[in-house]
């Protein structure tokens, strides 16, 4: 019987331990436990790492409050960069006092501009006329400022709007009489059509005329005296003495936004 000496054992310890305790298998990324662990010649892997390819859509946000909203004014009316038009309008009128059945058949004719705001089928619009009237016989009312506020909506090439207008003041000439008007109320209805940057509209308008001072004259064809007693304008009226009713053919073009105050140009901050 062969005995083992005290060397020997711990010899045949420590080749056991080596055997049980080695690991089976060698990962990349984990090394060999204990001091005994004998490398396994295998054939190393390589750790394929993915690489980050820069993208081209933005990295979408953590939540929607880390979105940035741009705040922008909305000014209404904005006289630079609202859209804005311009053009002329003419058609029939007639003219009835009130209070009377007789009606005077006449001609309008109108210079007009209008700027719009313009929010996806909505649109608001303000205008301003100047022009004339003529009935017969011999009736003329100067229209000096007339202003028209409207709104309505759009109908792909199609426009349907309604307003009222106001004529703060004016004069007129009626068989002999100056008159003096005031701020005379009216109302309207459009519809237009759209082609390219031009604009053709028919508009159906009521209004009324509202004379403050003015008398007529008492010979007709009136004389120099009597035209000067038709101007005493400190005899007051204050009453709406007519009723101004006019179907006007209106044809207008988009002008380009003013981008000058004066001779300066203007600078928009974004």
Avoid: C
Avoid at 118 to 142: A, C, H, M, N
Avoid at 196 to 202: A, D, H, K, P, Q
């Amino acid at each position: 019987m062969r005995v083992f000496s005290r060397k020997s054992y711990l010899s045949l310890l420590s080749l056991v331990a080596g055997t049980t305790l080695a690991p089976s298998t060698v990962h990349a990324d984990v090394p060999a436990a204990g001091p005994a662990a004998t490398p396994t010649a295998t054939t190393p892997t390589t750790a394929t790492t993915p690489t980050a390819t820069p993208s081209s859509e933005p990295a979408t946000p953590a939540s929607v409050e880390d979105v940035p909203i741009p705040w922008k004014p909305w000014p209404i009316f904005d006289p630079k960069l609202t859209p804005r038009t311009m053009g002329w309008s003419g058609g029939a009128t007639y003219y009835r006092k009130l209070g009377e059945n007789d009606v005077h058949w006449g001609v309008v004719l109108g210079r007009l501009e209008t700027i719009e705001e313009r929010r996806g089928k909505l649109l608001v619009g303000l205008q301003r006329l100047w022009g004339i009237r003529v009935y017969s016989p011999w009736i003329i009312v100067p229209v000096l400022n007339r202003y028209l506020f409207e709104g309505g909506l759009r109908l792909g090439p199609v426009e349907v709007a309604a307003g009222f207008s106001l004529m703060p003041f004016t004069f007129d000439y009626e068989h002999g009489r100056f008159g003096f008007v005031g701020p005379s109320p009216g109302a309207n209805v459009r519809v237009g059509f759209r082609i390219g940057t031009l604009r053709i509209s028919v508009r159906a308008e009521r209004e009324y005329l509202w004379r403050l001072s003015g008398q007529k004259s008492q010979v007709f064809p009136p004389t120099w005296a009597s035209l000067g007693e038709a101007l005493r304008f400190w005899d007051w009226v204050g009453q709406p003495d007519a009723l101004m009713t006019g179907f006007v053919l209106e044809i207008t073009g988009d002008q380009p936004p003013i981008m000058k105050r004066g001779s300066h140009p203007l600078i928009l901050d974004k």
